[in-house]
Every structure is written in structure tokens, then in C-alpha cells.
Nanobody, 115 residues
Framework: QVQLVESGGGLVQPGGSLRLSCAAS??????MGWYRQAPGKQRELVAT???????NYADSVKGRFTISRDNAKNTVYLQMNSLKPEDTAVYYC???????????WGQGTQVTVSS
């Protein structure tokens, strides 16, 4: 029915960059975004983007991360630059359709920032 598949995670040195991708099945989602969860911490918002292109970012990633989407491919991306060790977490893709309360989640992709 609905599947969200993330890719692009990995190990990178501080100051480096990674680009995450999340390909969703089915029809277009009104809002897509990225959340992350570090060991021992709550899952937190990283960034969201609407189907029209409006974005929202967590304060901790503003100026460093950029979220984008390709509606034709039903795919959302997260370009992560100037990565810091505190960015280390499992990153989860999230998607929601217009006027829906239900969220869909990807399996997650590990991002590790370490020298």
C-alpha cells in the first residue's frame, strides 16, 4: 500500500555532507519531512516540506540542511552540510496526506558524524 524507503545515510567526518533520499509509493503527500532520533533521546523534527514547497526547519539545522522534493517522483530529499557529531542519529522519513491524521514512516537510515 504505502511504503517509504530511505537511502543515503552513512559515516561522515565533521564538516562533511550527506544527501538523504526517501521514495514514497502511492499518491502525492501533502507534507513530507525528516525526523531523527539519537540514542537515549526523543524523536525530533528536522525539516518538513509541503507539496507546494513551503519548508520548516528545526533551529539546530537551519543554515546547514536543505529539504526538497520531487512531486513527480514522490520523493523527498535532505541535503545535510556542515555536519556535526550531534547530528548523529537515525533519520526517518515522514509523509502525510491532505486532511489526514495518519502519518507514514520509513524504516530509517543511520547517519554517523565522527572523526
Amino acid at each position: 500500500q504505502v511504503q517509504l524507503v530511505e537511502s543515503g545515510g552513512g559515516l561522515v567526518q565533521p564538516g562533511g555532507s550527506l544527501r538523504l533520499s526517501c521514495a514514497a509509493s502511492g499518491s502525492i503527500f501533502s507534507i513530507m519531512g525528516w525526523y531523527r532520533q539519537a540514542p537515549g533521546k526523543q524523536r525530533e523534527l528536522v525539516a518538513t516540506i509541503t507539496s507546494r514547497g513551503s519548508t520548516n526547519y528545526a533551529d539546530s539545522v537551519k543554515g546547514r540542511f536543505t529539504i526538497s522534493r520531487d512531486n513527480a517522483k514522490n520523493t523527498v530529499y535532505l541535503q545535510m552540510n556542515s555536519l556535526k557529531p550531534e547530528d548523529t542519529a537515525v533519520y526517518y522519513c515522514n509523509a502525510r496526506r491532505l486532511a489526514a491524521i495518519t502519518d507514514y514512516w520509513g524504516q530509517g537510515t543511520q547517519v554517523t558524524v565522527s572523526s
